[in-house]
């Protein structure tokens, strides 16, 4: 993680590597099926400089068909290229919006197919010497085009979703070394491999040209065909191996509807709903009405809208980049070829991609991590802007001397430095790009973000047609001399415009390790950091700071509202499922000892249902720990339930249980925990004197605003409930639904109260009590618990709360804000503070260990 200054913190602070996870083996089978598809597309792609400019003539050196010469053959290529990449936004709307990225891919896949025969078709000597290969040429560039752009916008996308981790965490090796596994290294790496598998494809033109050169351009094309109709049958056949994202509603649509309030009032700030109602603006806008229209759905717009913001400068690389494909192509038909295909050496481009990759991945990258060298993301972009200028100042050279030398005297592979460097830059430009075209757009819009990743090339293509006047003799030496300059130039304006787009954190989470000490909130998390340490007797040394306190009622303070329960309403995610666990055992081992903690938790028999089948990952996960666990057989679930599990769960009362830890933490036993209740305005506020050695950061909601914090991440999730009495009620039932929680969660030592909820809705902030939605909670209850409708039960109280949500989990994490000053962040948990809190709070403790440790060892009196 960097904070403001660019310094390295968070993981390195550990002092444990950092490693990327395992890839599972299913993104190597969509690695395979890209390979087969840039088999094709660059198979196809190599022939095509010599088909258009030289004719048609079997006796003749330089194989051709169309004769047009190299000013339109560079256009007709660059056009394709345009076509290709441009198409690709066709192919993320028709995804995103409609299909899925995997029905896009297989439909894609099909459209390529016929291109590729129409080309095939048209590419005979008869085909070419009746005059209707040209009209086949151009009608295959526009459905190949179409069917590739619409594989590109979403074979990236749909690869890096089948892994699914989205948090860091500590795991212990064979050899016994802990290792961080981040989960951002694990994306770079799939992205590394994903672009290797692409180059290995790209090696086609090796088998193309030479059969171009030898034999025909319609057995070099028919190579391709072959290997495409392979491709989209292995990946049709592979259909129920996948995870697959359906298409959420209209998401394009939306984006654009919320951009355009954004614009019309100047910031997306002010387009929250939030605002918008403070002001008395929100009517002006039907679409702001809309219940989904909310806070962090407008903040999931402005990720994506930042991440097409990055792709601006990438024409500029793109225009270098291309001229290994044309022109360089033309000048080696200048060179002295001695038996080589003038469209060979394209294959070099690769070939430096496939050694240089795998160097990346297992030398450069873990040696720089090592000596905690940080090669940021801008870094690598610039870095390969100026290789690719280098490239271009060499082609210029070079021009130069064939100028200068008698025709066709100048050996064709001392041109093989242009495209290694071109082949470097890529490995830093292009896998970049794609990796933040997946990680910083939101879900709903990545097909889309990939795609205007691609629309680069088309957008570099199309300035390449308009530069077709100078792409020929004698104007080549300038033309390359300039665009190394563009070259350089965008590298640089690229690091000093978009340097500070990536201090966002890294999110770091653990195993059985974590940060912390100091501290904020005195909500649920909070207290249990606090009674963890003073666990292990450092009680005294805490201060807890809060603005609100566990006596203080306020919508903006979760805690005392919670139906606290132990629950699957947590995530898949291998840091939930551990939290769950070590939360629920160390809840069990409390109530089972009796200790003074457990007052106001008990055991509860509990029924949960799913609408839809639960990850069977969890389901493993919580069956090895829970207390008489049982699956529902399927002919007792009610009418449209998938899956029910009958177990102990531990419920509590959750504002007893608050006020009981506060008024356990402050007593000497426990170290005399000081409780100070005030506001903080950023997190250096929390450091109430120099002596202060860490602070652990439980801010819940606040974290989104606080200065020093700020992650833009975090986003309340709004909740709905009724207090009620109803001493008939003794057990804990929940639905999970699709769109829905309902609940019934009595509480312990409560005179017989019982919260009924509820809703889960992201991003919304309204704190007022919707009739409406109280009916559906009572409705809903009732038909899942009949007795809830008799007469002894009686409504006390609706509240509104708001849990403290995070996008991609919880955050718990260590980070040095500057010298010396140590924050641990232990928020984002949602619903689940009370079941997991308290294994979150192990993971807290043990990332601040350190500086722990070196406090004045506990009294032994």
């Not at 919006?97 to 297989?106: N, P």
């Not at 699914?164 to 064979?174: C, D, E, G, I, S």
């Not at 992650?711 to 409930?721: F, H, S, V």
Request: some cysteine.
């Amino acid at each position: 993680m960097f904070d403001s200054e660019n310094s390295p913190v968070a993981a390195y602070d550990l002092g444990l590597r950092r490693v990327p996870d395992r890839i599972p083996w299913i993104v190597l089978l969509v690695i395979i099926v890209e390979l087969g598809e840039r088999f094709t597309y660059f198979g196809l792609s190599g022939p095509m400089q010599n088909y258009i400019k030289n004719p048609y003539d079997p006796d003749a050196e330089l194989p051709g068909a169309l004769g047009k010469g190299q000013a339109i053959a560079t256009a007709l290529g660059n056009f394709f290229k345009f076509w290709a990449y441009a198409s690709t936004v066709i192919g993320a709307i028709v995804a995103d919006q409609f299909l899925g990225k995997f029905k896009a891919i297989v439909i894609s896949c099909a459209i390529y197919i016929v291109g590729l025969t129409v080309l095939v078709a048209t590419a005979t000597p008869a085909a070419i010497n009746g005059g209707s290969a040209f009209g086949g040429l151009v009608a295959a560039m526009v459905i190949i085009g179409l069917g590739t752009g619409g594989i590109k916008a979403n074979v990236t996308p749909f690869c890096a979703e089948q892994y699914q981790k989205a948090h860091a965490f500590v795991k212990t090796l064979k050899t016994g070394e802990q290792v961080i596994v981040d989960p951002e290294l694990t994306v770079e790496r799939m992205f590394l491999w994903f672009y290797w598998a692409v180059n290995i494809g790209a090696l086609s033109p090796l088998i193309t040209v030479n059969v171009e050169t030898h034999v025909s351009f319609w057995l070099a094309y028919l190579i391709p065909l072959i290997v495409i109709v392979i491709v989209a049958a292995l990946f049709l056949c592979s259909n129920k191996l996948f995870l697959k994202t359906s298409p959420q509603g209209s998401p394009i649509v939306d984006a654009a509807r919320t951009v355009h309030i954004a614009l019309a009032e100047r910031s997306f700030e002010k387009a929250k709903p939030s605002a918008l109602r403070e002001q008395g603006r929100l009517e002006r806008y039907a679409f702001a009405n809309r219940a989904d229209y909310t806070d962090y759905s407008v903040d999931k717009v402005r990720s994506g809208v930042t991440a097409c913001k990055l792709f601006l400068l990438f024409p500029l690389y793109f225009v270098c980049w291309t001229q290994i494909w044309n022109n360089l192509i033309s000048q080696a038909g200048d060179m002295a070829l001695h038996g080589t295909p003038n469209d060979l050496l394209q294959n070099l481009n690769p070939i430096a991609l496939i050694i240089f990759i795998p160097l990346l991945d297992f030398v450069v990258y873990p040696l720089l991590r090592k000596y905690k060298i940080n090669f940021r993301p801008e870094l690598k972009v610039t870095a390969g802007f100026f290789l690719a200028a280098v490239s271009m100042v060499y082609a210029s050279v070079l021009q130069h001397y064939i100028y200068k030398s008698e025709p066709n005297t100048i050996h064709v592979w001392i041109q093989a430095p242009v495209y290694l460097l071109v082949g470097f830059s890529e490995a830093f430009v292009v896998i970049t790009g794609l990796e933040l075209a997946y990680t910083k757009a939101p879900e709903s819009l990545r097909s889309l973000v990939s795609a205007l990743f691609w629309l680069t090339i088309g957008i570099a293509a199309a300035i390449c047609i308009a530069l077709a006047p100078v792409s020929q003799d004698p104007h080549l030496v300038w033309m390359y001399g300039s665009l190394a300059i563009v070259g350089a130039v965008g590298g640089i304006l690229f690091y000093v415009l978009f340097g500070r787009a990536f201090d966002e954190p890294i999110v770091i989470e653990s195993v059985e390790s974590a940060d912390g000490q100091g501290l904020k909130v005195a909500g649920i998390i909070g207290l249990n950091v606090a009674l963890e340490l003073s666990k292990q007797g450092y009680g005294r040394h805490i201060t807890v700071i809060a603005r609100d306190l566990p006596e203080d009622s306020n919508v903006h303070y979760t805690s005392p509202w919670a139906g606290a329960n132990f629950s699957g309403i947590s995530g898949n995610d291998a840091n939930a499922l551990r939290w769950d666990k070590a939360g629920y055992l160390a809840l069990m081992d409390l109530i089972d000892r009796e200790a003074e903690e457990a007052k106001y938790l008990a055991k509860t028999e509990s029924i949960e249902y799913w609408d839809e089948q639960p990850d069977p990952e969890k389901i493993r996960s919580v069956a090895e720990y829970l207390r008489d666990v049982k699956i529902i057989p399927k002919e007792k679930l009610p009418d449209n339930v998938a899956f029910g599990l009958q177990f102990t769960t531990i419920t509590l009362n959750a504002p007893a249980h608050c006020r009981h830890l506060k008024s356990l933490l402050s007593q000497p036993s426990y170290g005399s925990v000081r409780f100070v209740q005030q506001s903080v305005s950023s997190i250096n506020d929390a450091f109430l004197s120099s002596k202060t050695r860490v602070v652990f950061n439980c801010t819940g909601n606040a974290a989104k605003t606080l200065p020093g914090v700020e992650d833009a991440k975090c986003y309340p999730t709004r909740g709905q409930i009724v207090l009620a009495r109803a001493p008939q009620v003794k057990q804990n039932i929940m639905r999970h639904g699709k769109g829905y929680e309902t609940y019934i969660i009595p509480r312990p030592k409560s005179d017989s109260t019982v919260i009924l909820g509820g809703y889960l809705q992201k991003g919304d902030s309204d704190h007022r009590v919707r009739e409406h939605e109280t009916q559906s909670i009572l409705q809903r209850t009732g038909d899942l618990l009949p007795v809830l409708k008799d007469s002894q039960t009686k409504v006390l109280k609706i509240a509104v709360g708001f849990r403290p949500s995070r996008e991609g989990g919880a955050r718990v994490e260590r980070e040095e804000i500057e010298p010396g000053k140590i924050v641990v962040h232990n928020y984002g948990a949602g619903g689940t503070g009370y079941q997991a809190g308290m294994g979150m709070a192990q993971d807290a403790v043990v990332l601040a260990r350190d500086i722990v440790q070196s406090l004045p060892p506990p009294s032994m009196l």
